[in-house]
């Protein structure tokens, strides 16, 4: 191994660029998925945004290249609980010329409480937050092996931690037990692939974000965003550029010693 010579290492802006690379973003038109996808544009990536809303993916990709021209940016159909719309998404992500990035973002649930939800609300959301993460990387792996790419998987807070029951006001703002459950799956997930793929000369690292409610959450209850804002050290919930670094980081060569951890965004939630 040669010694280190910081005067002939690469710089910052070589690791962070990711010029001459794609990334197939899950979910990359939604609240956090949206600006994941603006940081890795701005890295100089193209870009393969898929979701069930074909439109909104559509859109969002028409807003990153009117902000950067050079970048490339499709939109794609994709339903992470149907197996057959998962393989025909990364076989059109394939012809068009195939992905070095895959980032799990896709989430969807029912709001819930532990007496309110249903076995099949259980088992949607964890067919969603879970096995729809499972089923996109299984199809994956062979353009990823071929690549020796990076899998990124967005995983949260409450993967490691149980939500405090306290904040939480009824069924429209609780936090289902299946969220969690799913999560914590999501990171245990990124651990076994890290060790496993890791022969293939792939990455998987996961970032759990903390409280970053909806605008609509916020303007709707007040209240309830004052008391998120409180149990936090930072004394404030994230706002969505705030996972922009941390993705940065774990998309790019940046972090190219770093496999199998799970990176908290989260005003310093998990240490309380």
């Not at 895959?102 to 309110?116: A, D, H, I, Q």
């Not at 996972?243 to 990176?263: P, R, V």
Request: net charge neutral; glycine share 10%; with cysteine.
């Amino acid at each position: 191994m040669p010694y280190s010579n910081p005067t002939s290492s690469p710089n910052l802006e070589q690791l962070f660029s990711l010029n001459g690379r794609t990334a197939l973003i899950t979910g990359g038109a939604g609240l956090l998925g949206s600006e994941i996808s603006f940081a890795l544009a701005e890295l100089g990536g193209d870009l393969i945004l898929a979701s069930r809303d074909q439109a909104r993916c559509a859109a969002r990709a028409k807003d990153i290249v009117s902000k950067y021209p050079q970048r490339r940016c499709h939109a794609l159909t994709l339903d992470i609980t149907d197996t057959e719309s998962v393989s025909a998404c990364i076989q059109s992500a394939t012809d068009l010329g195939g992905f070095d990035i895959l980032v799990n973002c896709s989430w969807s649930g029912n709001k819930n409480t532990f007496e309110s939800i249903s076995e099949t609300d259980w088992l949607h959301d964890v067919d969603v937050s879970l096995n729809g993460v499972f089923r996109i990387i299984k199809a994956a792996f062979p353009v990823l092996r071929q690549r020796q790419g990076v899998i990124l998987n967005i995983a949260s807070m409450y993967g490691a931690v149980a939500p405090d029951h306290r904040l939480y006001d009824g069924k429209e703002l609780a936090n289902p037990p299946s969220y969690g459950a799913s999560k914590a799956g999501v990171i245990q997930l990124t651990k076994y692939l890290a060790s496993f793929l890791a022969p293939h000369g792939i990455r998987v690292n996961c970032l759990s974000p903390g409280p970053f409610p909806y605008e609509a959450t916020q303007r709707e209850h007040p209240d309830f965003v004052q008391r998120l804002q409180s149990k936090n050290p930072l004394g404030r919930i994230g706002r969505p550029h705030e996972l922009k670094g941390a993705a940065a980081l774990l998309c790019s060569d940046a972090s190219s010693y770093m496999t199998g951890q799970n990176i908290c965004v989260d005003g310093g939630w998990g240490i309380w």
